[in-house]
C-alpha cells in the first residue's frame, strides 16, 4: 500500500470516528497544548454520559487517530487553523 493509500485510509477512519463522536452528540475540537509535539490535542466534551467503559474505548481511539482527526477537524472545527498557526480563519 502506497503512503498516499494509507493517508486516505486513515482520513476515512477518522471522519468515521468524527460522525460517531457528533451522532452521540459529543463535541470534538483541538486546543493548544504546548507539551505536545503537534502543539495542540484534540478534546471531546460529552463523554461523561456515556457508559465509562465505552467513553474510555472512544477515547484510546480518539488518541490512536489524533494525527487523522487533525486533518478532518480544520474543515468541521474551525478553532483548529487558530491552534495550529495558519491564521485567521475566512
Known amino acids: 500500500m502506497s503512503s498516499y493509500d ?5 482520513r476515512g477512519e ?9 451522532f452521540l452528540r459529543l463535541e ?3 486546543e493548544p497544548d504546548a507539551e505536545r509535539p503537534a502543539g495542540y490535542r484534540v478534546v471531546v ?4 454520559s ?3 467503559d465505552h467513553a474510555d474505548r472512544l477515547m484510546r ?5 489524533e494525527a487523522a482527526l487533525a486533518e478532518v477537524l480544520p474543515k468541521r472545527c ?4 487558530l491552534v495550529r498557526g495558519n491564521g485567521p480563519v475566512p
Not at 494509507?6 to 486513515?10: I, N, Q, S
Not at 477518522?14 to 457528533?22: E, G, H, M
Not at 466534551?45 to 461523561?48: A, Q, R, T, V
Not at 481511539?61 to 487517530?65: C, E, G, I, T
Open 6 to 10: 494509507e493517508v486516505v485510509r486513515r
Open 14 to 22: 477518522a471522519n468515521t470516528l468524527y460522525r460517531k463522536l457528533r
Open 50 to 52: 456515556l457508559n465509562p
Open 61 to 65: 481511539l480518539v488518541r490512536d487517530n
Open 78 to 81: 474551525p478553532r483548529l487553523r
Open 45 to 48: 466534551e460529552g463523554l461523561k
Open 28 to 30: 470534538a475540537y483541538a
